[in-house]
């Protein structure tokens, strides 16, 4: 792979990421639909549909979120990666792998825990593809000798804390935490928790880079309310995990903690990002109008969740939200409207610097319809699974089947508004997927030329390569 | 120089506070010895991914009901019907006699670790919950 097309890998990570959550969401509205009609599909029972869209739309935050790191560190942050052969053995590593979990759960072969149902030994590939995109992450960025920006910093602590918590989750297999109930219950959530905390220090990671980049201005990125953000990121990641298991019986202590650590994270990063828009100009906003929307869109997510995951850290309302369909709403908020729109971000983000003729292409009509079907039917999504799980919280009954009765219209607009959501995703997946496969195509295309044209082409093509802050056509020799 | 001390600080405080949750903050009065025909259980509701469905202190999928306590609030054999004939959400898996009843007996394991949803507990000023069978 020559230095050209090193940033070729993280595209590669990116469109798989893509699949993976149109994928992901497919499976989710089949779910959805078996939740309300058992007898839909039964060939592919719950069991299986569950863990399904779970782990592929996990897999995509995971995928889009190395591909943009694999992407910007050769591409933008001109440091050469330590080996592109270990990227090439980590994408393979990841979609092999990814392909045996698939098999493994549409023939009902299970064995894990929650959210890693696979049986574990398919934990160990994982364990040793992250080992090496960790070792290729640290040897590529150590060769910048100033200081770390912010999003170095995070990019680094969540695959450090990946492979911290991962191993966690892992912990159950020994039978010291295994026989003992609370033990191990805790500590699958203690790891749980943690989990996420990793997977968002990457996204957040990559949402702070988009705005430095966007801006064009370094400051966000070195700025202390960014490393406060960071630090607090780090806080909640190590020690708010508890408000999973308030309503386990267990030491005191650790749900109060947990309680006074609660999310303050989310707070500041909102805050970074509105005062980062309210700085950009007019012709920024232009030039990245499909990034710039999707992190807008992050960026009021994050409130709407902000204000539902206080409410669930207080242990005296979450005696009634726990174990409520409250939870779910908090967890897909956070996923499709936090996570996912600051990785769509990315992505439209690589797209216009890639490709800055296809700017007007990417904004099109379907693209802002795919974007706002989306968002609409999420905001339906998400306030019918608050109220189902009002629905499920006040009811003091003894039938499960009477509550699950009474919650039923609120379950009903629940699947018809993911059906919705589905296939705005779809839109907005289809357009990342194509003009990413163009990306790739072009890169290639050029190899050959130049292969054929060794001085001249080459000379032309680097002197209209679009510079790093995506300007069209910028003359860089 | 300072974000590296602040990390480190942060990363001794989480080695810590991971310790004290492994042993004393998680030693539970109320853990019964697991018998082998529990463990057995315990396998089998991974296997059928039970999980998908059904929870435990309220943590799983929603489904199904949860199933901390469903031994003391129904029973074994309630619970051994259930398993053996299914219901409308709820497929026949087919189990063999043994195995239904180690399932029934890891249900009957977690029984006994505590109540869910608590029915004795005492909401702070705070806001903070104490539990009865939170562990003195």
């Given at each position: 792979m020559t230095n050209n097309e090193e940033h070729l890998g993280g595209i590669q990570f990116m469109r798989l990421g893509l699949l993976a959550l149109a994928g992901g969401m497919l499976f989710g509205v089949i779910g959805g639909f078996q939740f309300l009609f058992p007898e839909f599909l039964q060939e592919l029972l719950f069991t299986k549909t569950r863990p399904m869209h779970v782990s592929l739309v996990i897999s995509s935050i995971f995928l889009i979120a190395i591909g943009g790191i694999y992407y910007y560190l050769p591409r933008q942050c001109n440091l050469p990666l330590f080996s592109a052969k270990a990227v090439s053995l980590h994408f393979w590593g990841f979609l092999i792998t990814g392909l045996a979990i698939v098999g493994c759960y549409l023939s009902g072969r299970f064995g894990g825990r929650e959210y890693f149902e696979f049986p574990p030994i398919l934990s160990i590939p994982i364990f040793l593809t992250w080992i090496l995109f960790g070792v290729n992450y640290f040897m590529t960025t150590r060769q910048d000798k100033k200081s770390w920006p912010v999003y170095y910093w995070m990019w680094g602590t969540g695959i450090v804390f990946f492979f911290i918590t991962y191993t966690e989750a892992h912990l159950w297999l020994i039978p010291y935490f295994r026989d003992n109930m609370v033990r191990e219950i805790m500590v699958q959530w203690k790891s749980y928790g943690a989990l996420t905390g990793s997977w968002n220090m990457l996204v957040y990671g990559t949402a702070l880079y988009l705005a430095t980049r966007i801006s064009g201005c370094e400051k966000y990125a070195r700025s202390k309310m960014a490393f406060s953000l960071y630090f607090l990121g780090l806080f909640n990641l190590m020690f708010g995990w508890a408000h999973h298991t308030?309503?386990?019986?267990?030491?005191?202590w650790i749900r109060t903690f947990a309680y006074v650590v609660s999310m303050t994270e989310l707070a500041i990063f909102g805050k970074i990002i509105w005062d980062w828009r309210g700085s950009l100009e007019t012709w920024q906003k232009n030039a990245h109008c499909n990034a710039y929307r999707f992190l807008i869109a992050a960026d009021i997510w994050v409130f709407v969740n902000l204000g539902l995951a206080l409410i669930i850290s207080v242990p005296a309302f979450n005696l009634f939200t726990h174990g409520t369909h409250i939870t779910v709403a908090h967890a897909m908020g956070s996923t499709i409207g936090i996570n996912m729109m600051v990785l769509l971000a990315s992505v439209f983000f690589v797209i216009r610097e890639e490709l800055p003729n296809e700017v007007h292409a990417s904004c099109s009509k379907t693209l802002r319809t795919g974007f706002w079907i989306s968002n609409v039917s999420l905001a339906i999504f998400f306030v019918a699974l608050i109220l189902a799980g009002v629905g499920k919280g006040i009811y003091d009954g003894a039938s499960f089947q009477e509550m699950m009765l009474g919650i039923r219209p609120f379950l009903l607009t629940f699947a018809v508004s993911g059906i919705a959501l589905m296939i705005g995703m779809w839109i907005i997946l289809w357009h990342g997927f194509r003009l990413l496969g163009l990306v790739r195509r072009n890169a290639v295309n050029s190899r050959c030329i130049e292969q054929s044209y060794p001085v001249s082409l080459q000379d032309d093509q680097k002197a209209f390569r679009p510079d790093s802050r995506g300007d069209l056509g910028a003359p860089i020799g | 120089m300072n974000n590296r001390l602040v990390f480190g600080t942060l990363f001794v405080a989480f080695i810590a506070y991971s310790s004290q949750v492994y042993t004393s903050g998680t030693a539970s009065m109320q853990t019964p010895p697991m018998s082998d025909e529990a463990r057995h259980g315990q396998q089998l509701f991974q296997d059928y991914n039970c999980i998908a469905c059904h929870q435990f202190y309220g943590l799983g999928g929603y489904m199904g009901p949860d199933l901390t306590n469903v031994i003391s609030k129904r029973s074994g054999a309630y619970s051994a019907a259930f398993i053996r004939a299914g219901t409308a959400t709820m497929p026949n898996f087919g189990l063999a006699p043994d195995e239904v009843s180690a399932l029934v007996e890891y249900l009957r394991f977690v029984d006994r670790t505590g109540t869910y949803p608590p029915e004795e507990y005492e909401v702070r000023w705070t806001g903070v919950v104490e539990q009865a069978d939170d562990p003195a």
């Open positions: 308030y309503l386990v019986p267990s030491d005191t | -």
